[in-house]
């Protein structure tokens, strides 16, 4: 398997623009997560998905994300309007069951103007 | 859910010598994972162990579980420059869900 495919790797854009980072989890995973690191908060958790059904979005810092699961090989996370203080690195991870081993994917580095 | 902190922030060594970095939580855990991140990169798997286990190993990896004092340490024996990297741990607890700490980072000189 490729392991977890996050695009695109490098997004630039500038602030009130839309931004949506894609996640394909490893076949066979039925838990996705969806995370944001930055030196000032360190790696948080965003929202996870099982089986495609949202779990626990607490971690969605406003309305302007969002994030959806249409089967079971693709997750989007969307920003709209995106501002400067998004930026960050956004990472997909996978894994089989809810307590083993995540699956990391190589990140989504944001830089909002 | 509960956040596991490591311990030390930053660890700077030099090739030849153990690593040792630390993991404390407040609550009872299912079990507890030690992840690696190069820079720039994503986090990778080390080890998970079990809380009815108390030590585990992996080549020149070595995690101990400690549940009564509720903390984890991993070791790294006769670390290399390219094991310079953050170290976070990561709990499981009641949700399952693993919660990961700040990181402990690494710098092996050669």
């Known amino acids: 398997d490729a392991g977890v495919i996050q695009s695109p790797r490098h997004e630039v854009t500038e602030m009130g623009q839309e931004v949506t980072l894609r996640c394909k989890p490893i076949s066979g995973h039925d838990y996705l997560f969806w995370y944001r690191q930055t030196m000032m908060r360190g790696l948080e958790l965003l929202i996870y998905?099982?089986?495609?059904?949202?779990?626990?979005d607490s971690g969605m810092p406003e309305d302007r994300f969002s994030a959806k699961m249409p089967n079971a090989s693709f997750s989007t996370l969307k920003i709209q309007p995106s501002e400067p203080r998004d930026s960050a690195v956004y990472f997909c991870?996978?894994?089989?069951?809810?307590?083993?081993?995540?699956?990391f994917g190589p990140g989504t580095r944001l830089l909002v103007l | 859910s509960q956040q596991g902190e490591e311990d030390p922030q930053a660890l700077s060594i030099q090739e030849g010598e153990n690593a040792t970095m630390n993991c404390s939580y407040k609550?009872?855990?299912?079990?507890l994972q030690w992840y690696r991140q190069n820079s720039g990169r994503g986090l990778v798997h080390l080890i998970l162990?079990?809380?009815?286990?108390r030590e585990k190993h992996s080549g020149r990896l070595r995690v101990t579980l400690d549940t009564s004092k509720k903390s984890s340490s991993l070791l790294i024996t006769a670390s290399r420059a390219a094991d310079t990297a953050s170290y976070f741990c990561a709990v499981s607890g009641g949700s399952y869900i693993p919660t990961f700490g700040r990181g402990t980072s690494l710098i092996v000189h050669p």
């Open positions: 609550t009872s855990i299912n079990n």
């Open positions: 991870a996978s894994s089989l069951g809810d307590g083993e081993t995540q699956y």
């Open positions: 162990i079990r809380s009815n286990e």
């Open positions: 998905f099982n089986n495609n059904v949202p779990i626990d």
